[in-house]
């Protein structure tokens, strides 16, 4: 899906084919940031290093997700064509699952 956005994108400068590297490279990058973020909120006490904290931390970066989607999509003249509701849950369990794997791995190394 991000490489179908950066076909359109007046701001980068390389248009990706629908199975290029591009998308999964950005993909994780933003993970690796949200990773960072939470280790900052752990350092600044707003968070503890805890599954339940990661956990909560998942439910709330899946919403930002799904905001940052609804801008991209809108940004986009010519949006794909797919069931936005089912999309946007998908997405939400997916950072769900993210927050949970990220607090397990705290966890263990905790």
Not at 2 to 16: A, D, H, T, W, Y
Not at 42 to 63: D, H, K, P, T, V
């Amino acid at each position: 899906m991000l490489n179908f956005l950066l076909c359109f994108s007046i701001v980068f400068p390389i248009k990706p084919h629908k199975k290029s590297w591009w998308g999964w490279l950005i993909h994780y990058l933003i993970g690796g940031i949200f990773v960072l973020i939470f280790k900052g909120l752990i350092i600044y006490g707003l968070m503890e290093e805890s599954f339940w904290y990661a956990l909560l931390y998942g439910l709330l970066i899946g919403l930002v997700g799904i905001a940052g989607w609804k801008c991209m999509f809108t940004m986009v003249g010519k949006p794909p064509s797919l069931n936005k509701k089912h999309y946007y849950i998908h997405l939400w369990l997916a950072h769900l699952i993210f927050g949970a794997t990220m607090g397990f791995v705290y966890t263990i190394w905790a």
